[in-house]
């Protein structure tokens, strides 16, 4: 009887505060979607109703003159063009070295190994700040200044990848390399039906993660990539901004093109993303 | 096998391992290198000065400056970061429906998929518009005068740690999320039977537990901290009123590539990279003798 009591009790306080973390959590989700919609409604005003009045909901005369002068006035196409050779280049070089990079230090045994390895690990703990005066002297010798190479080359091997990659593949299971190589697989061949299969959780996380990072990046573009034609969305979008200080309706229409694109994707793939970033964390 | 074997890591480890000395381990060496010298890429020689860069940093007004700053944005953010992403986890942890904490987790993480800039551009024009921005707005609503949110050097670095929290908080919510959701639920049952309240289930069995992932989250956070840059480049791109939005890595970019002393700027780089590792090296010992507690 008294149990019964308590276990109402329980369940009626816990209604109660699940309640109130559920109001607050709505009124947090509110505060985090406000910029967005003050942004999307200032890129459908006129340049005029945004300068009298910038705080309306709702545009009084929807235009798309905004994103008009993005697309078409500004070399919007060239940057977004940048920003997808550059993130996919190293997208995929970067998931190619880390899990050949992690199978190797995971299952072969070398001198130096461990060496390597440790100074790999090492270079992750240094800042960007120290390495980018001297990686910018190196570019600029070796003629890589203002071309997006500059931040293809250099972004080969990730030590973070590579240490993330090693974790899982050292949760393969012995026999299963073994019997793959008695039965007359290559190194090679191992790596690619046995290796990757296996570690694809890692993959799709590492894959997210270096994406939104070299996508989002603002400091490498910044330092290596002058002309205008050669920027990538992000370092564009705040020369724009600061050329465009009166023009509010096309700043946001700009910030509305970059951020919808890869928020919607990520809201579709809500599910994967949020796995695949726990895990960096988890295995980190 | 053998043979094999050797050509298999000679063709895999001298490509990358070119890679990584040329353009991570090079690098570390030649900023020490550099540091000792005035360098200046437009000139022809450039010549060795001893330590007169690191003794020129010690009377550098400005350097302090943009120590001190940094040393109050990362605290104060990463403190304020950590405690509201750990209180939001565990909040959304407590609702039963999978799709309530999905939701959720969904909405704090939005913002992590924008660049930090373009974030930033949209916060300095929207909700920090001395006129028409909706903070000051809300400030007038209570009656209050509307202040200057990035053109006072009073509440500048408020307003960066505000937006940052905003842009960033997502990350720690999730790897927190984590974090609960690998404690064994039995754990929390057993307790509850022994009539343990919310409160000391997340005082006993949450906090502790979380130990390690705190500890790697922090450490994270304050390494990531110590180097942001994007969103101070929007908010103060002249350095802000009285030199309030100087940090570390604006103040190293400008010397290099502003000012083109390299030398110099590569000195502040390794005094940067010096209280890294010394916050970090005093953040494994607390850690260290927490968890023996």
Redesign the interface.
């Known amino acids: 009887m008294t149990s019964n009591k308590k276990k109402k009790f329980y369940q009626k306080e816990?209604f109660r505060?699940?309640l109130i973390?559920?109001l607050?959590?709505i009124a947090?989700?509110l505060?985090?979607?406000?910029?967005?919609v003050?942004?999307l409604s200032?890129s459908f005003k006129s340049t005029k109703e945004t300068l009298v009045?910038?705080?309306h909901l709702l545009p009084k005369d929807p235009t798309l003159d905004g994103y008009r002068k993005v697309l078409f006035d500004s070399p919007f196409f060239y940057w977004l063009r940048n920003s997808l050779i550059i993130t996919v280049s190293d997208t995929v070089i970067i998931l190619f070295?880390s899990t050949?990079?992690g199978f190797?230090f995971s299952r072969?045994e070398?001198r130096g190994k461990r060496f390597?390895f440790m100074?790999?690990l090492f270079?992750m703990?240094?800042?960007?700040?120290?390495?980018?005066?001297?990686?910018?002297?190196?570019i600029?010798r070796i003629g890589l200044y203002d071309n997006l190479l500059a931040l293809i080359?250099?972004a080969?091997?990730s030590?973070f990848g590579v240490y993330l990659c090693r974790q899982y593949c050292d949760e393969i299971p012995r026999e299963l390399l073994e019997s793959a190589r008695i039965d007359g697989a290559?190194?090679?061949q191992v790596y690619i039906h046995i290796v990757l299969p296996q570690i694809r959780p890692a993959i799709g996380s590492l894959a997210i993660f270096t994406f939104?990072e070299i996508?989002?990046d603002?400091?490498n573009p910044?330092?290596y990539l002058s002309s205008t034609n050669k920027q990538t969305?992000?370092?564009a979008?705040?020369f724009f901004?600061?050329q465009h200080q009166t023009d509010?309706s096309a700043?946001?229409a700009a910030?509305a093109l970059?951020?919808i694109p890869?928020?919607i994707v990520?809201?579709v793939f809500?599910?994967q993303?949020?796995k695949g970033?726990?895990?960096t964390?988890?295995k980190? | 096998m053998k043979k094999g074997n050797r050509r298999f890591l000679l063709l895999v480890l001298v490509p990358c391992f070119a890679e990584v000395f040329v353009f991570l381990v090079l690098p570390i060496i030649g900023t020490c290198l550099i540091s000792f010298m005035e360098y200046n890429p437009l000139h022809s020689e450039n010549s060795f000065v001893g330590i007169n860069n690191y003794v020129r940093l010690l009377h550098d007004q400005s350097f302090f400056k943009a120590m001190g700053n940094t040393l109050v944005f990362t605290f104060s953010a990463v403190a304020i970061n950590i405690v509201l992403a750990l209180a939001m986890a565990v909040a959304i942890s407590q609702f039963e429906s999978n799709r309530t904490r999905s939701f959720f987790r969904m909405m704090v993480f939005l913002p992590c998929i924008a660049p930090m800039v373009a974030s930033a551009v949209v916060w300095l024009r929207s909700l920090y518009e001395p006129r028409g921005g909706m903070f000051n707005a809300l400030l007038r609503a209570f009656g209050l005068d509307g202040i200057s949110w990035v053109g006072d050097a009073r509440y500048l670095m408020i307003s960066v740690i505000i937006f940052t929290l905003w842009a960033d908080i997502g990350y720690n919510v999730i790897l927190f999320s984590a974090g609960i959701d690998g404690i064994p639920g039995n754990l929390y049952e057993s307790a509850r039977l022994d009539g343990a309240g919310r409160w000391q289930l997340f005082r006993m069995i949450t906090l502790p537990l979380l130990g390690r992932t705190t500890t790697f989250i922090l450490l994270m956070t304050l390494i990531s901290y110590f180097q942001m840059f994007a969103q101070f480049q929007i908010f103060a791109p002249k350095e802000g009123p009285q030199q309030s939005g100087l940090v570390m890595t604006g103040y190293i970019y400008k010397q290099a590539f502003v000012n083109k002393e390299m030398g110099y700027a590569a000195a502040i780089s390794m005094a940067l990279f010096a209280v890294i590792l010394v916050v970090s090296a005093l953040q494994q010992r607390i850690n260290r003798v927490d968890w023996e507690y």
């Open positions: 816990g505060i699940r973390l559920f607050v959590m947090v989700s505060i985090i979607v406000t910029p967005y003050w942004m200032n009045d910038a705080s070295t050949i990079l190797l072969f070398f390597l100074m790999l270079t703990m240094v800042p960007a700040q120290v390495t980018m005066i001297t990686k910018f002297i190196l600029d080359i250099p080969i091997v030590a290559g190194h090679f939104l996508w989002n603002y400091l910044l330092l969305l992000p370092l979008l705040s901004s600061s509010l700043t946001m910030s970059i951020m890869t928020s990520f809201i809500q599910k993303f949020i970033i726990a895990m964390g988890m980190g």
